[in-house]
């Protein structure tokens, strides 16, 4: 069978008629310099402001430096090529250090680097990776990834000049994401009181007469509550009409769906229990980030085990106050939840001893509407950004030509 054209879908209007581009290995295209990355391991790193480069980037600062130029860095971690957490390319340039788990390569060509770095990071290479459990890519194998390069170098730069400028844009709605998110974070230092104070340094002006927030504990104000989970290969208690959340979903904050759903028997042969709307939920478990995460339920739903539930009491507290304030105590409840080792996990005990402060009804109302607009723009912000990135990743299909094997 003959191999298809190697021609993109997109193609700018002045490069229509210039064929087919080329597959070139990716050792043909770039000088390898991994033989002088230099692994420097904690105890020798002197404190210093040159970049020093691993896998996912930047990892610390140190003194003196080895490269001097613009270069292609390509990770070799197997995990991080599989889960992405990061981008698996990056360029780097001026006075840096390189650690020995990330492959260096120097171009000719600016444009060529770009368009390396894009491509590679839009591959899917798992099949160029060694080993099974620390799978890694190492060098034999990343020499021989194809690369679909135009003929004219006209194209490469305009190619990557239209992808550069979309990062760019990508990266300044970042921008804006964190600094909207460092603006909420230093809100809530000033709307709620500090430690060992008990009135905020910011308050809207109908309340400045109140007085002091009231000192309570949680156990004083509203049931406490953790869930369960049904005997997962037993099908007749999943599949249901009855939503379940796990632990995962924490991190959705918001919860008006999830991903499960059991059965009324389900519900009834195991520990977990319907809770109501508006339930602060706490994560208990987890080495990662989950434990301590907060988050807000605007459906009846059950959870797991590994969910602590702080159902409502409107008489007493504001749900989405609680639910922002709760939130804000994210590095404490890990402190508290550390254990041995910061193995350990939150439990109901230690969630009914939560210390608070609230103030009447209608202050708590008035904070909770201001935070949850910021958290709107927020999640708008964050929703920009996943366009954008859906966008580029439409366009690199486009715009680079499929390789088949």
């Not at 990716?26 to 020093?52: C, F, H, W």
């Not at 390569?105 to 990071?121: A, G, H, P, W």
């Not at 104000?221 to 037993?234: F, L, R």
């Not at 508290?336 to 001893?353: H, P, T, V, Y």
């Given at each position: 069978?003959?191999?298809?054209?190697?021609?993109?879908?997109?193609?700018?209007?002045?490069?229509?008629?210039?064929?087919?581009?080329?597959?070139?290995?990716?050792?043909?295209?770039?000088?390898?310099?991994?033989?002088?990355?230099?692994?420097?391991?904690?105890?020798?790193?002197?404190?210093?402001?040159?970049?020093?480069?691993g896998a996912s980037g930047?990892?610390?600062?140190?003194?003196?430096?080895?490269?001097?130029?613009?270069?292609?860095?390509?990770?070799?971690?197997?995990?991080?090529?599989?889960?992405?957490?990061?981008?698996?390319?990056?360029?780097?340039?001026?006075?840096?250090?390189?650690?020995?788990?990330?492959?260096?390569?120097?171009?000719?060509?600016?444009?060529?680097?770009?368009?390396?770095?894009?491509?590679?990071?839009?591959?899917?290479?798992?099949?160029?990776?060694?080993?099974?459990?620390?799978?890694?890519?190492?060098?034999?194998?990343?020499?021989?990834?194809?690369?679909?390069?135009?003929?004219?170098?006209?194209?490469?730069?305009?190619?990557?000049?239209?992808?550069?400028?979309?990062?760019?844009?990508?990266?300044?709605?970042?921008?804006?994401?964190?600094?909207?998110?460092?603006?909420?974070?230093?809100?809530?230092?000033?709307?709620?009181?500090?430690?060992?104070?008990?009135?905020?340094?910011?308050?809207?002006?109908?309340?400045?007469?109140?007085?002091?927030?009231?000192?309570?504990t949680i156990d004083k104000?509203?049931?406490?509550?953790?869930?369960?989970?049904?005997?997962?290969?037993?099908p007749e208690y999943w599949?249901?009409?009855?939503?379940?959340?796990?632990?995962?979903?924490?991190?959705?904050?918001?919860?008006?769906?999830?991903?499960?759903?059991?059965?009324?028997?389900?519900?009834?042969?195991?520990?977990?229990?319907?809770?109501?709307?508006?339930?602060?939920?706490?994560?208990?478990?987890?080495?990662?980030?989950?434990?301590?995460?907060?988050?807000?339920?605007?459906?009846?739903?059950?959870?797991?085990?590994?969910?602590?539930?702080?159902?409502?009491?409107?008489?007493?507290?504001?749900?989405?106050?609680?639910?922002?304030?709760?939130?804000?105590?994210?590095?404490?409840?890990?402190?508290?939840?550390?254990?041995?080792?910061?193995?350990?996990?939150?439990?109901?005990?230690?969630?009914?001893?939560?210390?608070?402060?609230?103030?009447?009804?209608?202050?708590?109302?008035?904070?909770?509407?201001?935070?949850?607009?910021?958290?709107?723009?927020?999640?708008?912000?964050?929703?920009?950004?996943?366009?954008?990135?859906?966008?580029?990743?439409?366009?690199?299909?486009?715009?680079?030509?499929?390789?088949?094997?």
């Open positions: 069978m003959s191999k298809e054209k190697l021609i993109p879908e997109l193609r700018f209007p002045e490069f229509k008629n210039e064929g087919e581009w080329e597959e070139k290995k990716l050792g043909y295209l770039a000088e390898n310099l991994d033989s002088m990355r230099v692994p420097i391991t904690s105890n020798q790193r002197e404190k210093g402001n040159i970049p020093y480069y930047i990892i610390d600062y140190v003194k003196d430096y080895i490269y001097d130029e613009s270069l292609l860095c390509i990770s070799e971690d197997g995990a991080n090529l599989i889960d992405r957490n990061y981008p698996i390319a990056f360029n780097i340039s001026g006075k840096t250090w390189v650690n020995n788990h990330a492959h260096v390569l120097r171009f000719e060509n600016s444009n060529t680097q770009i368009l390396v770095e894009k491509y590679i990071n839009s591959l899917s290479i798992e099949d160029f990776l060694t080993g099974m459990a620390q799978p890694k890519l190492n060098r034999g194998k990343l020499d021989i990834i194809p690369i679909p390069i135009p003929k004219n170098p006209q194209e490469q730069q305009k190619i990557a000049s239209c992808l550069s400028s979309l990062d760019e844009v990508i990266a300044a709605y970042s921008q804006k994401l964190e600094l909207l998110k460092d603006h909420k974070k230093g809100l809530m230092q000033n709307l709620f009181p500090q430690e060992g104070e008990k009135v905020p340094k910011y308050r809207f002006k109908e309340f400045e007469k109140d007085g002091a927030w009231v000192n309570i104000i509203a049931k406490v509550s953790a869930g369960g989970t049904p005997e997962s290969t037993n599949n249901g009409n009855i939503p379940w959340m796990n632990s995962g979903e924490l991190n959705n904050k918001r919860i008006y769906s999830v991903s499960n759903y059991i059965t009324s028997k389900g519900l009834k042969e195991s520990s977990t229990k319907l809770i109501p709307p508006k339930c602060v939920l706490i994560g208990l478990a987890g080495q990662g980030k989950t434990r301590g995460t907060a988050a807000i339920n605007y459906i009846e739903l059950c959870t797991n085990q590994s969910i602590g539930s702080i159902h409502p009491n409107e008489s007493v507290f504001d749900s989405e106050f609680l639910y922002h304030k709760i939130d804000s105590m994210y590095e404490k409840l890990r402190y508290l939840s550390a254990g041995d080792g910061g193995r350990g996990g939150l439990n109901l005990q230690i969630i009914k001893e939560i210390d608070l402060l609230l103030p009447d009804i209608k202050e708590q109302q008035k904070i909770a509407s201001c935070l949850s607009s910021l958290d709107a723009l927020i999640t708008a912000q964050e929703e920009k950004i996943e366009q954008l990135k859906l966008h580029k990743k439409g366009l690199m299909q486009g715009l680079f030509p499929k390789i088949n094997e």
